[in-house]
């Protein structure tokens, strides 16, 4: 089936089987390989990208279904030349050590910030009717749904910190 | 023959002159990894397009398969091949040596009609596209004639023997010593399967290069893999290239290849084209090894000060029918605390669920959550708080082989760790804090991990520029390898860390060997330092040798390195123009290390003390880990921050050990009922608290040259212990059957009437 998708600011057309995942799309047919394959079920997070600015598991969606979308991956937040201040954290703080979840925290993370920016509350929020703070137990509700085996999460909780603080 | 005392000496990594050594500088790899960029092994991208391969596993635990039909995957759209066992190309029989001196024998793939396990893979597709061939996979029909799996671990544990070529250890008289012992404990605690589940499931992509197989897979060490293959292909192992520059954790699941790796190059063959292999998360349960169940006894015998007078851990545990693995929960008990009467040993028993193995921490991970709780019990019936219980038992040598420590600060990381944590404000009677829904308690226990040294080679080479690259087939499955081999290099060579180029992870490099036992650091750093020591050498003697260099007919011994810059006293010149000039193109050396051969007159481990807070919900049987310390003594530490990294995954292993990780074994077919990550539960960021690591300061002369040691263990020693003393006093609940989960602490809690 014919799909254009907008991956990281470029239109790129693909005829593609609608079998086919986002997640394999990215992978497979665009190369853009920084998109991980941790379970394939939407259990660890690994494939999270960021979706018209929301971030989803890129295992669970067919490609053909993106006909028209926006679509960020980790690839087209920073390069090693120039790291997303997400990036950047993420290096400072060493919250990773395989690397192999650390796209999809990565994204993972600014769709998470975002989320908190545009008021959506979670099981941490205390008073739903207020902004939420960007505190430990909002990012470590959050950022749940990505798995980190090497258990880098007391790192990962201070790179959001940091970038979070830094906008504050 | 070499000794310890050989590495007295001074040398770059000791002086530190620079400052890198201990630094916590980022990652090497890290702008690659934190911008997807650093390919994994199904990433890297083969000259040509690559076919799809997708493995079919058995449905039964034992048997034959006694039907094949294959036509309807084979017509289903861009298949190109299938394979069972009746069309699979042949290869030499499982263990085939063809060169003596491999690291690893043949390990065919779809060998037989015979079926060893659940899950294990007995066909493949290949196919132009993932989904094709996903969908042909489905469309083989395999016939099995099924026999009874025998894998009831609790129901064979009676019949269980000793582990081939062990005995137990018995010191003094251990009966003897525990029926006159004043106060005794006796108490039997279980640690279920547990998977390795790495992000990364095992993947494999090969191509051939006319009669040479290029081979990318995610693997712990690279010469086995590499002679593996060879065997399995029934080629030269000069004629395998293997690689392995990015690895998405291996926990110690990944020190052996599976049949991804054989399949994907044996496909490749066939087809003349590159072929890549993953398996699905489903099939990493069952089609890689695990940690194995144990039964774990433990009697102490105590007088009324708290003095050990006898002590024994006994361990039952299982492995694959055709493997001989054992889970040794028992060997660290055997340096841990003095008793004059002491009895370890091991059974085992052979069980047709898929492989046993190496998981991170073998032998302590699963010993120190018998053990630990143990201390935390006795300590209890003697009215002792348990910091001081472990204190009163310190040895002052090796309890078993009266050796002397090569360096054991086991008491400064329990003593400064009780100061950090606040351990005195602990109340030593269960259940009496509470903070809103939550009865929180303290809890804490020992780490100790061993500590090894392997022998290793790696290159040093500088170019015109000024380059250092160092090469080493050594691998980084997130440990720092990099990083570290990068400071050394640096420290060494007198450059900034930005002149520094690390190669690891392929065949073609000096060997060393691998990631795992926590020897990666130890081990690969001391070949490195040796390397840069022969590189000074030789640059030295280049600049000293030659009469346009200002350094000519100077001392090639005197000769300092630094900032890119080689001097003696007031006259210098920078390395790149002395290369340049001197040995255009560039030098390249090589350095190796041996184990010292009077190394094990010393007892060598790493230490550390765990300190952990809980909270227990009463109603709900509910555990929040709150908050964690380890304080850790371990050599010198090369990288303060992935040390860190290390510990605190450790640390949070060991939570997850104690209150999720399991998985139960269905008798009915010989499987594990937890196929994916969302029935095997490892920790999700909600599950741990605070989590913190502190390393004290450690030199230990006498594991290596630099006196370092590793710390990718010792974090997942002990801290599952402390987690379950935590428990207990939070809430008074003793959980001996691992792990702890809402239902087995909810009995508890209802009996004790909370």
């Known amino acids: 089936m014919r799909t254009t998708i907008t991956v990281n600011g470029e239109a790129r057309a693909l005829d593609i089987d609608p079998r086919t995942t986002l997640l394999d799309a990215l992978r497979e047919h665009l190369k853009l390989t920084g998109a991980k394959k941790g379970c394939d079920h939407g259990q660890c997070g690994a494939c999270t990208v960021l979706v018209n600015g929301t971030r989803i598991n890129a295992c669970l969606s067919l490609a053909v279904m993106h006909d028209g979308d926006e679509v960020t991956t980790i690839e087209g937040l920073g390069t090693p030349e120039k790291l997303h201040p997400m990036q950047q954290a993420f290096l400072s703080e060493d919250a990773y050590q395989c690397g192999y979840c650390t796209p999809g925290q990565i994204c993972s993370a600014v769709g998470m910030l975002a989320e908190v920016e545009a008021g959506l509350p979670s099981h941490a929020t205390a008073d739903v009717a207020q902004p939420a703070a960007v505190d430990g137990a909002e990012i470590r509700e959050r950022m749940s749904g990505n798995i980190c085996r090497c258990s880098a999460y007391p790192q990962i909780v201070a790179a959001i910190e940091a970038v979070a603080g830094g906008k504050a | ?443 804490m226990a020992a780490a100790i991990r061993g500590n090894f040294l392997l022998p290793a080679k790696c290159s040093f080479s500088v170019d015109d520029d000024g380059v250092i690259t160092v090469r080493q087939g050594m691998t980084d499955i997130g440990t720092g390898t990099y990083t570290v081999l990068a400071q050394i290099a640096a420290e060494t060579l007198g450059v900034p860390l930005g002149q520094v180029r690390v190669e690891i992870g392929d065949s073609e490099l000096p060997p060393a060997p691998g990631s795992g036992g926590q020897f990666g650091a130890a081990t690969a750093g001391s070949a490195a330092l040796m390397a840069g020591m022969n590189l000074r050498k030789a640059i030295a003697e280049l600049a000293t040798g030659d009469a346009e260099s200002p350094l000519h007919g100077g001392d090639p011994a005197k000769i300092v390195f630094q900032d890119g810059v080689v001097g003696i006293e007031n006259r210098s010149e920078t390395l790149a123009g002395l290369i340049r000039r001197a040995a255009p193109g560039g030098l390249t050396v090589e350095g190796e290390i041996r184990p010292a051969s009077d190394m094990r007159e010393w007892s060598q481990q790493t230490y550390g003390a765990h300190f952990c807070e809980v909270g227990v919900d009463p109603v709900t049987g509910e555990v929040r880990v709150r908050r964690m310390l380890g304080v850790f003594a371990a050599g010198r530490i090369i990288n303060a921050k992935t040390a860190r990294s290390q510990l605190t995954g450790g640390m949070i292993w060991g939570a997850a050990s104690a209150l999720t990780e399991g998985n139960p074994v269905d008798p009915r077919y010989g499987s594990l009922l937890g196929q994916d990550l969302a029935q095997y539960l490892v920790p999700v960021q909600a599950d741990i608290g605070e989590v913190e690591a502190i390393m004290l300061d450690e030199v230990d002369d006498k594991a290596n040259p630099m006196g370092i040691k590793g710390v990718g263990e010792l974090g997942n020693s002990g801290s599952g212990a402390a987690v379950a003393n935590a428990i207990y006093n939070a809430c008074g609940v003793r959980v001996r059957e691992y792990p702890i989960t809402p239902d087995k602490l909810l009995a508890g809690l209802i009996a004790r009437g909370l």
């Open chain 2, 1 to 443: 023959m070499s000794s310890v005392n050989d590495w007295a000496g001074p040398n770059p990594v000791k002086d530190n002159r620079s400052g890198l050594i201990g630094k916590g500088v980022d990652r090497y790899e890290g702008p690659l990894k934190v911008t997807g960029t650093a390919p994994y092994a199904y990433e890297v991208q083969p000259p040509s397009p690559p076919a799809y391969g997708v493995m079919v596993g058995a449905t039964v635990a034992t048997g034959r398969i006694t039907g094949v039909d294959i036509a309807e995957a084979e017509a289903a759209p861009g298949v190109l091949l299938v394979w069972t066992h009746r069309n699979v190309p042949a290869q030499p029989a499982k263990g085939t040596r063809k060169h003596p001196r491999s690291t690893a024998g043949s390990k065919p793939a779809l060998e037989s009609d015979r079926v060893a396990y659940f899950g294990q893979p007995v066909a493949l597709v290949v196919a132009d596209t993932l989904e094709n061939a996903t969908a042909a996979a489905r469309l083989v029909r395999l016939t099995y004639d099924a026999a009874s799996p025998d894998v009831d671990f609790a129901a064979r544990k009676a019949g269980a023997g000793q582990p081939p070529g062990e005995e137990d250890v018995e010191i003094g008289n251990f009966g003897e010593g525990f029926a006159a012992s004043a106060v005794q404990l006796d108490e039997t605690w279980t640690t279920p399967i547990q998977n390795h589940c790495q992000m990364e499931p095992c993947a494999s992509l090969a191509w051939w290069e006319g009669d040479r197989c290029i081979a990318h897979t995610s693997i712990q060490m690279v010469k086995p893999a590499q002679h593996g293959l060879a065997e399995t292909l029934g080629i030269d192992r000069d004629d395998v290239r293997l690689m392995t520059r990015y690895i998405g954790g291996g926990f110690g699941g990944k020190g052996q290849t599976y049949d991804d790796l054989t399949l994907a190059a044996l496909a490749a063959r066939a087809l003349g084209r590159p072929v890549k292999v993953a398996f699905t998360r489903q099939q990493m349960m069952h089609g890689t090894i695990h940690r194995p169940a144990t039964v774990q006894r433990v009697r102490l015998g105590a007088d009324r000060d708290g003095r050990l007078n006898a002590f024994s851990l006994m361990t039952w545990t299982h492995c694959h029918r055709d493997g001989a693995f054992t889970e040794h929960a028992s060997n660290f008990a055997r340096t841990l605390y003095a008793a004059p009467n002491r009895l370890t040993g091991h059974r085992l028993v052979k069980l047709d669920l898929p492989g046993a193995g190496p998981m991170r921490a073998p032998g302590e991970a699963s010993g120190t959550l018998s053990l630990e709780c143990a201390m935390d019990e006795l300590a209890e019936r003697l009215g002792l708080d348990p910091v001081e219980l472990r204190i009163r038992n310190e040895p002052p040598v090796d309890p078993e082989n009266g050796r002397p420590f090569s360096q054991r600060q086991l008491v400064r990381c329990l003593k400064e760790g009780a100061q950090l944590f606040g351990w005195d404000r602990r109340l030593p009677t269960p259940g009496q804090v509470r903070d809103g829904r939550w009865l929180v308690g303290y809890g």
